[in-house]
């Protein structure tokens, strides 16, 4: 009677598998025949039973009905991204349970090619389907302007495929141009990256502009700079981007050695003569620096730095004269004062092309503006003085010297 009860007992739980078993064929072919509500009810159901739920025959079952049911979905929403990503996730499961070999059957059908122009059944509904979904989905949203949608969208590719540098490059652009994530944005940049054969020049532009940037980060700014520099040693750009975060950074020596290199093989760089310019005058080197700051203006008439670092050099010169002069005793007044005073004048002088062309390329900028009516004042060039008094009461207003 144990054996009768045993045998029937056994009986009993080789019908409930293969009945379980009977669920995932026929999902399989509800999937097939694009009755998709009712196949993913059949497959979750199988999801749940401990006879089918690690077969990875069932998973993959899910993955492709989820591929189908992304694909289809045209409200373009974050509900869609989240089918999308159910897929994905059950793509991994399966691959997992064959231990990531895409050589196995089951691997093959996870990155089986989806040709273009061949009917829905024989379509693989693979993982690469569910890429080229996400894709178009991407694109779309993006011609529609929802760059938060398209990012969603490059996202879900750029996590299907970690190597897809297009997918990466968009989903990084548009998460630090147009959303503001720079987060979002290192993590695509950083994909990048690992990518081999793969021009990364404006990856890492972006990575340093958002360590420097949006993180403050100088440190990993500077690592970025380096690393790129490897990568790209023509590159003048980064060459300035080194000296700058050098500079920044406070590490004077090799911000020095660093610029001289530079200048090297790019000598009318106005930016890197600038910079130059600025290591010799917190050195001491006034001369040196005023020397760079000219040469700057040289090789770039119209850089607004340059002729306001070479005008602020006269400028302090002539302001350590004037000290001078008030510390003289009353003995020596007489003697050195006027050479001095026009020593100081002379200075002035030749300050005044600088700053007057920094005005020229930022008239708005009020402290250039001042400096010039000062000078202009001092010098006794009444009419100059009054040109800048009146372009000060237009932007200030007629009390500007009370402020």
Known sequence: MKKLFLSIALVGIATFAFAQKKVVK????????????VALEEIESALQDAETKDDPNTSLIKAKIQTKRFELDEDFAASTVSIGRSALEYFNKTLAMVDGD???????EIVKEDLPN????????????????????????????????????FNLVSDIDPTDTTANFNAGYLAYQELGNSDAAKKHFNRLLEVEDYNKLNTYYFLIQIASAEDQD???????????????????????FEVQLLLQLNRMDEAMASVKNALEDDPNN??????YGYLLEQSGDLEGALVQYKKAVEADPNFFEGNYYAGAIFLDRARVILSEINELSDDEWDKK???MSAQADGLYKDAVPYFAKAAELRPDNTEILEILFNIHTRLKNTDEAEKYNQKLIAILGQDWMER
């Open 102 to 108: 895409l050589s196995s059957k089951i691997g093959k």
């Open 270 to 275: 106005s930016g890197l003569l600038l910079r």
């Open 337 to 339: 004062a006027p050479e």
């Open 26 to 37: 026929s999902a399989e072919r509800n999937f097939k025949k694009g009755e998709l509500e």
């Open 118 to 153: 061949m009917p829905d059944n024989l379509r693989p509904f693979s993982r690469e389907t569910l890429k080229i979904a996400a894709f178009n989905k991407a694109i779309q949203t993006y011609e529609d302007d929802d760059y938060q949608m398209s990012y969603e969208f």
């Open 218 to 240: 100088p440190e990993q700014a500077l690592k970025y700079t380096l690393a790129a520099r490897e990568d790209f040693p023509e590159d003048k750009t980064l060459s300035e």
